[in-house]
Protein backbone atom coordinates (compact mmCIF):
# COMPACT_ATOMS: atom_id res chain seq x y z
CA UNK A 1 0.00 0.00 0.00
CA UNK A 2 1.21 3.28 -0.83
CA UNK A 3 1.15 6.47 1.31
CA UNK A 4 2.91 9.45 1.21
CA UNK A 5 2.33 11.91 4.69
CA UNK A 6 3.30 15.33 4.49
CA UNK A 7 4.65 17.56 7.49
CA UNK A 8 6.45 20.87 8.13
CA UNK A 9 3.13 23.26 8.14
CA UNK A 10 2.53 25.66 10.19
CA UNK A 11 1.96 29.06 11.31
CA UNK A 12 4.56 31.72 10.19
CA UNK A 13 4.99 35.42 9.39
CA UNK A 14 5.24 37.32 6.02
CA UNK A 15 9.06 36.67 5.26
CA UNK A 16 9.55 33.66 7.51
CA UNK A 17 10.43 30.10 5.77
CA UNK A 18 9.39 26.80 6.17
CA UNK A 19 10.13 23.66 5.09
CA UNK A 20 7.80 20.52 3.66
CA UNK A 21 8.97 16.89 3.83
CA UNK A 22 6.60 13.99 1.90
CA UNK A 23 7.67 10.35 3.22
CA UNK A 24 6.91 7.90 0.61
CA UNK A 25 6.55 4.34 1.56
CA UNK A 26 5.19 1.28 -0.69
CA UNK A 27 6.88 3.03 -3.20
CA UNK A 28 10.30 4.32 -4.76
CA UNK A 29 9.96 8.25 -4.83
CA UNK A 30 13.18 7.65 -7.32
CA UNK A 31 11.15 6.32 -9.99
CA UNK A 32 8.33 8.79 -10.06
CA UNK A 33 7.77 12.18 -10.68
CA UNK A 34 6.87 14.71 -7.49
CA UNK A 35 4.73 17.30 -7.35
CA UNK A 36 3.55 19.87 -4.34
CA UNK A 37 0.21 21.28 -5.00
CA UNK A 38 -1.77 23.10 -2.55
CA UNK A 39 -5.42 24.54 -1.77
CA UNK A 40 -6.63 27.58 -0.28
CA UNK A 41 -10.30 28.02 1.37
CA UNK A 42 -12.33 28.44 -1.31
CA UNK A 43 -10.13 27.78 -3.96
CA UNK A 44 -9.31 24.96 -6.59
CA UNK A 45 -6.18 22.82 -5.99
CA UNK A 46 -3.24 24.68 -7.73
CA UNK A 47 0.19 23.44 -8.93
CA UNK A 48 3.32 24.72 -7.14
CA UNK A 49 6.28 22.34 -8.23
CA UNK A 50 7.61 19.26 -9.40
CA UNK A 51 10.90 17.46 -9.97
CA UNK A 52 11.96 14.39 -11.84
CA UNK A 53 15.19 12.30 -11.34
CA UNK A 54 14.39 9.64 -13.06
CA UNK A 55 16.15 10.82 -15.84
CA UNK A 56 18.96 13.46 -14.16
CA UNK A 57 17.19 16.16 -12.07
CA UNK A 58 14.51 18.41 -13.95
CA UNK A 59 12.54 20.58 -11.51
CA UNK A 60 9.31 23.10 -12.27
CA UNK A 61 7.86 25.74 -10.59
CA UNK A 62 4.43 27.86 -10.80
CA UNK A 63 5.03 31.23 -11.78
CA UNK A 64 3.53 32.07 -8.35
CA UNK A 65 6.38 30.54 -6.26
CA UNK A 66 9.37 30.73 -8.48
CA UNK A 67 12.54 32.11 -7.18
CA UNK A 68 11.25 31.71 -3.30
CA UNK A 69 10.24 27.89 -3.36
CA UNK A 70 12.65 25.13 -3.87
CA UNK A 71 11.80 21.05 -4.55
CA UNK A 72 14.20 18.71 -3.85
CA UNK A 73 14.79 15.43 -2.87
CA UNK A 74 16.53 12.54 -0.61
CA UNK A 75 16.41 8.96 -2.71
CA UNK A 76 18.34 7.32 0.66
CA UNK A 77 15.00 8.59 2.82
CA UNK A 78 12.42 8.26 -0.03
CA UNK A 79 11.68 11.69 0.88
CA UNK A 80 10.64 14.80 -1.31
CA UNK A 81 10.92 18.56 0.34
CA UNK A 82 9.63 21.82 -0.39
CA UNK A 83 11.99 24.62 0.95
CA UNK A 84 9.87 28.16 0.95
CA UNK A 85 11.20 31.28 1.75
CA UNK A 86 9.78 34.66 1.50
CA UNK A 87 6.39 33.89 2.44
CA UNK A 88 3.77 35.17 1.81
CA UNK A 89 0.16 35.55 3.17
CA UNK A 90 -1.13 34.40 -0.20
CA UNK A 91 0.98 31.32 0.20
CA UNK A 92 -1.75 30.24 3.18
CA UNK A 93 -2.97 27.20 1.78
CA UNK A 94 -3.08 23.23 2.68
CA UNK A 95 -0.30 22.01 0.78
CA UNK A 96 -0.32 18.22 -0.56
CA UNK A 97 2.40 15.86 -1.89
CA UNK A 98 1.86 13.81 -4.83
CA UNK A 99 4.24 11.29 -7.05
CA UNK A 100 2.99 10.20 -10.44
CA UNK A 101 4.32 7.50 -12.64
CA UNK A 102 6.71 8.56 -15.61
CA UNK A 103 5.02 9.88 -19.10
CA UNK A 104 5.99 11.88 -21.40
CA UNK A 105 5.86 15.64 -20.14
CA UNK A 106 4.76 17.02 -16.90
CA UNK A 107 1.70 15.38 -15.14
CA UNK A 108 -1.04 17.64 -14.84
CA UNK A 109 -3.01 17.60 -11.46
CA UNK A 110 -5.27 14.77 -12.64
CA UNK A 111 -2.85 12.56 -13.80
CA UNK A 112 -1.39 12.12 -10.33
CA UNK A 113 -1.22 8.53 -9.10
CA UNK A 114 -0.61 8.96 -5.60
CA UNK A 115 -1.49 11.73 -2.97
CA UNK A 116 -0.64 12.45 0.61
CA UNK A 117 -3.29 14.17 3.49
CA UNK A 118 -1.88 17.31 3.38
CA UNK A 119 -0.49 19.89 6.31
CA UNK A 120 -1.73 23.65 6.73
CA UNK A 121 0.71 26.10 6.24
CA UNK A 122 -0.73 29.72 7.67
CA UNK A 123 1.30 32.50 6.78
CA UNK A 124 0.11 36.03 8.86
CA UNK A 125 0.89 39.54 7.55
Known amino acids: QVQLVESGGGLVQAGGSLRLSCAASGLSFSSCVRGWFRQAPGKEREFVAA?????????YYADSVKGRFTISGDNAKNTVYLQMNSLKPEDTAVYYC?????????????????WGQGTQVTVSS
Open 98 to 114: AAAWPRSGWPKAEQYDY
Open 51 to 59: ASWSTGSST
